[in-house]
């Protein structure tokens, strides 16, 4: 993998390559400088890296026809979705294309009757519940952004409702995939279980752009339940509301959104979304789904629960339009942080996930540590599945306070490990946790650096991601 | 990978391989014939291939010696749990070693708080649900036979509850893993959910022993629901039950078990098992968990729907007793198949699963087609799922017979991969469906090749099985 390098020792891609993706794609295909740095900068913290151009195809056979150009130059091809990703995904570390599939948005497929749906892999997921909503069946994995599904597979994402539903890796029945050397493959069949072979669906899930592009998923659906209610409710402290999300889980109530959020966070959202209906506290986020009876019964049960661990009065949003208010609130969390920051303050997201039963004392743990640093970051948590993120607000051009913040992040990354945990439950490893991933699965990592080599020998696929090789 | 030849002819084992896991395990390393017949004989209708020594491992420790030691001598190793696979996969099809991991019985850790367990590999389904009953939780996953976990890990079992809980593919959290080389990996750490790297979990859940040996497994828990009935109903025929199951599963209902069999697998479980309080029928064995409310409310809903396709009247068993009666009545139809066998008669075992859409005009054509052939054969059906089994009786000595059976086996195959579904839902593809493989995945099977080239060169893992290298 190299790219040659002009006079004033910039990279470039080879004339003949861009000849070869011009004559492809005319006008989708650009070198643009603006074009270039928006997908070479990522959404979080990491440094920008540019592409030197960016590709958008519109279709799985352009993808493959612009992969083999890009190997036949030994050019890194990156694939692009929506740029929501928090790893540094999308950064072109070693140059190259970076291959927009934001333009592949065709549904193509819905079957009501087996609930699953085939999609091109630049449909986002609120577009997709949008075009559901008439077929009384909606897709639940919610990670938040609106990324693409393409990407939300790439990423292994979940989110609120993984709880309930589980993550990609459970929801994505089979994919198309653009291999290295440019060849397609489908993954599996539409069955809903298969002994046939190796997992190769659950293998590019998770997989990051680097042993290929996906181009098309197919996903499982699920029934709009009869009735959905919402509810927030504030505790004493974090520790009660996170054992009462233990209780919760290991009760094995069906919650369907258990969602923490911390008294510095809850204020964040609510100044941020002038909400003046909550209380400032230690905060869950509920949501329950099922029949009405159920529902009732779940919410009376999490209520019991929760009224044991010094619970306040439970806030309640049966109406669509006001649970969607009391989500977008909560969603609008990285958001409303980011409204806080100072002059030249960005963010650096955690992710680390344990197992629940160490969730209290991880995060216990953590708030001290964050105490005696003197930085600011509100706790959100997937509590359910034992994932929480912290965003640590620092000015990260200043090389103590980039200090400070790392050394706490560093931390937290190996408290979780230490606890049996991981250090990325949703995020993925992308540049930023490319050490954590060694240290959490030692002589593992080897082997997926022999898949990684055996898919892409020649490390053109997203390269400088999740392995060092 | 080669053995050497000895005077007669015959496949041995190198003198210096012999003597290492003699010294090694003493006892526990066997080249007694009757121990080779029972290792190197399936339980379906492949011809025995017997291994050339049998070796007993008690720790992952002794597995990777065993796995060096024969790749030392470019051995083949073909790991060997309860021996109930039913694609021939413990067949020693190019000689080696059998390495039998059913004294690996150990439980372990169990935590009741995170709801999961660590177990060695060759513990049973039934040993350890026995171990958790006093901590009220239970192990879902259940293909009928009492087969290891490590063994139902390697073949991605499912079975009777994977409707409500899934397989193994959604239940297996962590393997340790003895590699080609005789290393040792984790593949993920406890946390429920994880985006750090690849998916090796689910890259070895399903390899079919042909990547490396599982030797511990962990795995989700569930706890025991309050209330549980179970119900058998039958219908009038076999389309009527299968629309009940295909309305039952897009309402949303969370059955827990959703079992059909035809009116010639009931007449033989209820012959086999002297049952007279069944009515001889197309019928659909039902299982509810939930809250005492929620199990009438999911009772009401699927009567309701039964109803509408003609079904008779619904007996019930709510008591542990009466339940574990109609269960064993249901799991003993292997058994009360082979009991109907004439002699020189065995049972070629079909496992098609398709979208669930498609599974009635999948079982009509079938049914229309055994009729055609004068075969005799049970449908049994996990039907929530959209897989169904066939039980060939046929006389496979005799080549008229055997090439019936097996272009009736043929064409199910075609059908159900015709109809977007997959050849084997849940017994794998061992050495009986490797042709249908490459029908069904076409170029992912090449990928799956190069994974497999890269993690075991020297193909000494269960060679002949999945794959043609």
Sequence with gaps: MSLAIDPNGERILSDALVTTLKDLLGERFSTAQSVREHHGTGEAYH????????????????????VKACAAHHTPVIPYGTGTALEGHTLALHGGVSLDVSGMDEIIRVSAEDMDCTVQAGVTRNTLNEYLRDTGLFFP?????????????????????????????????????????????????????????????????????????????????????????????SFPDLEAAVNTVISVVQCGIPIARCELLDKTGMKMICDYGKLDEYTIGDTLFMEFHGSEAGVTEQ?????????????????????????????????????????????????????????????AECIMATQEDLAQTGLVSPFVGHAGDGNFHMAI???????????????????????????????????????????????????????MRSVKRALDPDNIMNPGKMLRL
Aim: charge should be negative.
């Design 47 to 66: 440094t920008a890296a540019l592409p030197e151009g960016v590709a958008f195809a519109s279709n799985t056979e352009e993808v493959a026809a612009i």
């Design 141 to 233: 994995v919610d990670p938040g952004a609106d990324a693409s599904l393409g990407g939300m597979a790439a990423t292994r994402a979940s989110g609120t409702t993984t709880v309930r539903y589980g993550a990609m890796r459970e929801n994505v029945l089979a994919l198309t995939v653009v291999l290295a050397d440019g060849r397609i493959i489908q993954t599996a069949r539409r069955a809903r279980k298969s002994s046939a072979g190796y997992d190769l669906t659950r293998l590019f899930v998770g997989s990051e752009g680097t042993l290929g592009v996906i181009t098309e998923v197919t996903l499982r659906l699920y029934g709009i339940p009869e009735a959905t209610r919402a509810a927030v409710c």
């Design 299 to 359: 919410a009376e049960q999490v209520q019991a629960i929760a009224a044991d661990f010094g619970a306040g009065d439970f806030k309640w949003a049966s109406k669509l339009e006001d649970r969607n208010k009391l989500w977008a609130a909560r969603h609008n969390g990285h958001y409303a942080i980011l409204a806080t920051a100072k002059p030249g303050q960005h963010t650096m997201s955690t992710d680390v996930c344990v197992p629940v039963s160490r969730l």
């Design 393 to 447: 607000l620092a000015n990260y051009g200043d090389p103590d306070e980039d200090r400070l913040a790392h050394d706490f992040h560093d931390r937290l990354g190996k408290r979780a490990q230490a606890m049996e945990g991981t250090c990325t439950g949703e995020h993925g490893v992308g540049s930023g946790k490319i050490d954590y991933l060694e240290a959490e699965l030692g002589e593992a990592v080897d082997v």
